[in-house]
């Protein structure tokens, strides 16, 4: 399971290797209401992400990890939502990968500095789908799942 954690929306992706290859099971994005307090959003995304570890049972998940911000107050808010993530994981005994965004790219594209729609087309093929999976933050968090599979022995 790859995570691209967020405050307003935190994207998942759900796949499956079998020998060398990847298959998509599920993807989407956990969003939240800015009407809630920044607790109660918290709180949402801990509630999702539990109902879809039971469903699916990960054996681990990958998520992305803050390297770099431009905007503090983003990456304040970034940092939150990956604190609940792991902690909602690491309380569900399942292994935690941590990724960079360099790191994401480089697995996936094979070039550490290639832009959103080259990964997005790479995940794309990778996964033999039909078209770009919708929003960028599955797209992303399916990026972190192609990663960690492919970094996993």
């Known amino acids: 399971m790859g995570i691209d954690p967020g405050t307003a929306t935190t994207g998942y992706g759900i796949i499956e290797k079998e020998n060398d290859n990847l298959k998509m099971v599920d993807y989407g994005s956990i969003k939240t209401e800015p009407k809630f307090?920044?607790?109660?959003?918290?709180?949402?995304?801990?509630?999702?992400?539990?109902?879809?570890?039971?469903?699916?049972?990960?054996?681990?998940?990958?998520?992305?990890?803050?390297?770099?911000?431009?905007?503090?107050?983003?990456?304040?808010?970034?940092?939150?939502?990956?604190?609940?993530?792991?902690?909602?994981?690491?309380?569900?005994?399942?292994?935690?990968?941590?990724?960079?965004?360099?790191?994401?790219?480089?697995?996936?594209?094979?070039?550490?500095?290639?832009?959103k729609i080259q990964v997005q087309k790479m995940v794309k093929l990778l996964l033999d789908l039909k078209e770009i999976p919708q929003p960028d933050d599955a797209a992303d968090a399916l990026a972190a799942a192609i990663c960690c599979a492919n970094s996993t022995k």
């Open 37 to 115: 307090s920044t607790a109660e959003r918290l709180k949402q995304i801990d509630k999702q992400l539990t109902k879809l570890i039971k469903k699916y049972k990960p054996q681990k998940i990958a998520v992305e990890d803050i390297f770099f911000f431009k905007n503090v107050k983003t990456a304040i808010k970034v940092s939150q939502a990956r604190g609940v993530i792991l902690s909602r994981a690491a309380q569900m005994k399942i292994l935690i990968d941590e990724y960079t965004p360099l790191q994401i790219k480089q697995a996936v594209t094979s070039y550490g500095r290639a832009e």
